[in-house]
């Protein structure tokens, strides 16, 4: 019976410590979604940037002579807003691959908990019936004991009987 009790305890134990990781995982999956919208946000400002450095790097070509300073500066934020787009899809894929983890770890903690349940009702199905044998035990000791008593008394009525014939 301690030994069920104490299994019931350390699966009540189990079954929090993963409740809490599943809680744990849900917030870490929404940071990552909320990072993922913010970079799906500055990636689509940077494309729009980038856009726009673009046309006006065309729209200078013309003027090259004259406006050689702003084209290398329109180079260097093209090559810099590249590199960034670049960085963005990057972190993007990754956000994408971590949110995919932590689905599959959800998933999996929240069969664990079912499985410590089921576990947990099963041990307590053990505990009843351990306890049910027990009490039977307890009426079965307490007859026995009434018996001997019985057996005990009759055998010194014999003895006196005996003894006095």
């Keep these: 019976k301690e030994k069920l009790l104490k299994s019931i305890k350390e699966l009540s134990s189990q079954q929090q410590e993963l409740e809490n990781r599943l809680t744990s995982s849900d917030s870490a999956a929404s ?28 729209g200078f070509g013309v003027f090259a002579a004259s406006l050689q ?11 810099e807003s590249t590199n960034q787009l670049d960085d963005l899809k990057k972190r993007l894929d ?31 199905k053990c505990l009843s019936t351990s306890e049910a044998v027990i009490a039977d035990l307890q009426c079965e000791k307490e007859t026995l004991v009434k018996s001997i008593e019985g057996s005990k008394s009759h055998e010194q009525e014999l003895k006196d009987r005996l003894a006095r014939s």
């Design 31 to 58: 940071n990552f979604q909320s990072e993922k919208e913010t970079l799906v946000r500055s990636l689509k400002e940077l494309e729009n940037q980038h856009e726009g450095v673009v046309a006006r790097f065309a």
């Design 69 to 79: 300073s702003e084209k290398e500066t329109l180079v260097g934020l093209l090559k």
């Design 94 to 124: 990754i956000s994408d691959a971590v949110i995919a983890n932590l689905k599959l770890e959800k998933e999996t903690m929240a069969r664990s908990i079912k499985e410590s349940t089921t576990q947990q009702e099963d041990l307590k």
